[in-house]
């Protein structure tokens, strides 16, 4: 139980987090050449209160997939040999039986978008660009690039609707393991869990979308 109460806590910590990065990729819309997502992205990289909130969030990373490997072999190991007949569809949805399948395929892209934006956005190898009289380095001009290359816009898009999937289960599952399940709320937390993993996924997936399409 307890590290299903970690697992709980950390995932409901990252989906604060996913909020505010939605936020903050949102200022990609600004009809203004990128410089208000330059002016975050710059915010982001300085601000000594989101640097240790970044560490924060990597130990939060760490420990959720640390405890969702050792949740599978625990349960394997309880069970090392599977029932004859199983119809496992009877009582559970899809994406609770293929959390394992949907935390890879996040993880796998959460390596890859690493590399590509936060890398050079923290150690260097971004063009510069003068905003105002003083001069930023250019992460606007990184994920346009980025979104116009096919293959990095369909993982993009197919990461976030495993991310989805992944949501609508865990967010749930989250607040009924710390025992926040009632009859009453319940059902108003099933469906704003429903809600918040379409929209912040739906929101994430747009950007690609319309470099891809539309810039």
């Known amino acids: 139980m307890g590290r299903k109460i970690i697992m709980s806590v ?16 949102l200022q990609l819309f600004n009809d203004d050449g990128g410089a208000s997502f330059n002016l975050y992205s710059y915010f ?31 349960n394997k190991a309880a069970r090392p040999v599977d029932y004859v007949e199983q119809r496992p569809q009877d009582n559970s949805t899809w994406s609770s039986r293929n959390m394992g399948l ?9 390596i890859i ?11 260097g ?14 992460l606007y ?27 609508i289960h865990g967010f749930q599952s989250a607040f009924q393991t710390l025992g926040l399940d009632h009859k009453k709320y319940t059902p108003f937390i099933q469906k704003f869990g429903y ?16 470099f891809f399409f539309l810039y």
Do not use: K
């Open 102 to 110: 949907l935390g890879t395929v996040i993880l796998v892209f959460l």
């Open 125 to 138: 190898g971004l063009e510069g660009v003068v905003i105002e009289g003083a001069e930023y380095e250019n």
């Open 141 to 167: 001009i990184r994920v346009v690039e980025s979104f116009q290359i096919w293959w990095y816009v369909a993982i993009y898009v197919v990461a976030m609707v495993a991310l989805a999937y992944h949501l």
């Open 113 to 123: 978008h690493l590399w590509n934006f936060f890398v050079p956005a923290r150690f």
């Open 10 to 25: 950390t995932g409901l910590f990252l989906c604060s987090f996913l909020v505010v990065h939605l936020i903050g990729n």
């Open 44 to 74: 982001m990289a300085n601000n000594i209160v989101i640097r240790i909130m970044e560490i924060v969030l990597v130990a939060g990373f760490l420990f959720h997939i640390y405890d969702a490997i050792m949740l599978v072999r625990r």
């Open 195 to 210: 809600a918040f993993s379409i929209l912040v996924c739906l929101g994430f997936a747009i950007i690609p979308l319309y």
